[in-house]
């Protein structure tokens, strides 16, 4: 894992090379050899790379894996009652700390729920929250500003438009929404068939 990067915002749009240049300028690449048993948690946008007892073979950082994420057709394995209601009070329980906020923010984005944001410092996770919902819901002026905000070209290893391109066309997966709608409230979901009507869905 490459030590401090999470803090760095986005830095890389897809995969990298163990032997790409330019980590020298993020911080210093640290090894993790596992035992069984153990599990390695870490921040989402943290570069991190994977090997299977040899070197690394490819280097990334996956915030396309949050717990509910539209865009993936793995379904949320572990869902509370009143989900949403849920979700508004965890977020002030956890105010002040945005990496733990970005995913749920993300969740009630791709629900349809109406979101009223904090101030978003540059580099925040919830940066990618911000673009999910302006994504969703057609204002192209936020969605780029928010992955302006978000991706860290400065010394990060793509330009902007690599990631403008990638995320500006999102298609939405029908599993993930099929698994929570029966959890949601019959206001809520409507907001959902109606987002799902609106967006491009993945068979």
Known sequence: ACTGSHAKGILTNGWLKPDAPGFERIGEYVDVFAQE???????????????????????SADLRFFPFCGIMDSAPRVLRP??????????????????????IYEALAYLGQPIDWPK??????????????????????????????????????????????????LQLERRPYEVVL????????QLVEALLQRQPVAN
């Open 182 to 189: 029966p959890s949601l409230s019959s206001t809520e979901q």
């Open 82 to 103: 009143a989900p949403v209601a849920w979700m508004k009070d965890r977020i002030q329980q956890l105010d002040g700390l945005p990496t733990l906020q970005a995913p």
């Open 37 to 59: 048993g153990q599990v390695l948690i870490f921040n989402f946008t943290l570069l991190h790379g994977t090997g299977t007892g040899g070197p690394r073979t490819r280097i």
């Open 120 to 169: 978003i410092e540059r580099y925040s996770p919830l940066n990618w929250a911000r673009l999910i919902e302006a994504s969703l819901s057609g204002d192209t002026v936020t969605e780029r500003r928010s992955i302006e905000a978000f991706a860290n070209t400065e010394i990060g290893f793509d330009v902007l438009s690599a990631y403008v391109d990638r995320y500006r066309a």
